[in-house]
């Protein structure tokens, strides 16, 4: 079992540019979240998924996008990428909505110069 | 606010010697998750505890949680240096479905 996995592991992209991370959630789990952690700050719930559907949002714009497919597989997209943006993203995956710990990929470090 | 409040936020030891970490938290909750984050790496889930547990081990691991004061606290005896990292809790409620993080404890075992 390959547990949660990122791609990519790390990534550099330009103010304005647009990026998108993938996440494939650990076998037998159908819901995914995403995270952005700051330097220094604990991971912040940016939105999760389940049946395809966003089904939670946290305090992020709407340049902060998403999509999972039937495989569970899910897409996190960011679009006009701000300085500000610069963070380790982190995808975690459960089996459910009901009450089940999380497991985490290692993360997508996203650097915007 | 759902997150919980980790306290202190960074803590030095020797190994050997206990750590214990706080976590204060707001809502009501269904159960409490203490999570490990190496640095720059992925969070590992360390334990849960039920709403109607009060206290929970694994391994060198304690947690309590005291519902009436809305807190929590994950003791891990005879630290180890392979235990520095940041240690983080996570108050879980059905109705919101999600996990959500405050800053941590930065834990540092020094051999």
């Known amino acids: 079992d390959a547990g949660v996995t990122q791609s990519p592991t790390h990534l550099i992209k330009t103010r304005g540019q647009q990026v998108t991370l993938r996440c494939s959630p650990k076998s037998g789990h159908d819901t995914v979240s995403w995270y952005q952690q700051a330097l220094g700050q604990g991971p912040q719930f940016i939105f999760q998924?389940?049946?395809?559907?966003?089904?939670q949002r946290g305090n992020f714009p709407d340049r902060f996008s998403g999509h999972q497919f039937p495989n569970y597989s899910s897409e996190l997209n960011v679009n006009a990428l701000l300085l500000g943006d610069s963070a380790l993203y982190l995808c975690a995956s459960r089996q459910g909505q009901g009450v089940r710990s999380a497991f985490f990929g290692q993360g997508t470090r996203l650097t915007v110069v | 606010s759902q997150q919980g409040e980790e306290d202190p936020q960074a803590l030095s030891i020797q190994e050997g010697e206990n750590a214990t970490m706080n976590c204060s938290y707001k809502t009501s909750i269904n159960n409490l998750q203490w999570y490990r984050q190496n640095s720059g790496r992925g969070l590992v889930h360390l334990i849960l505890?039920?709403?109607?547990?009060r206290e929970k081990h694994s391994g060198r691991l304690r947690v309590t949680l005291d519902t009436s004061k809305k807190s929590s606290s994950l003791l891990i005896t005879a630290s180890r240096a392979a235990d520095t990292a940041s240690y983080f809790c996570a108050p879980w409620n059905t109705g919101f479905q999600k996990l959500v993080f405050g800053t941590g404890t930065r834990l540092l075992v020094s051999p």
């Open positions: 505890i039920r709403s109607n547990e």
């Open positions: 998924y389940y049946e395809e559907e966003e089904r």
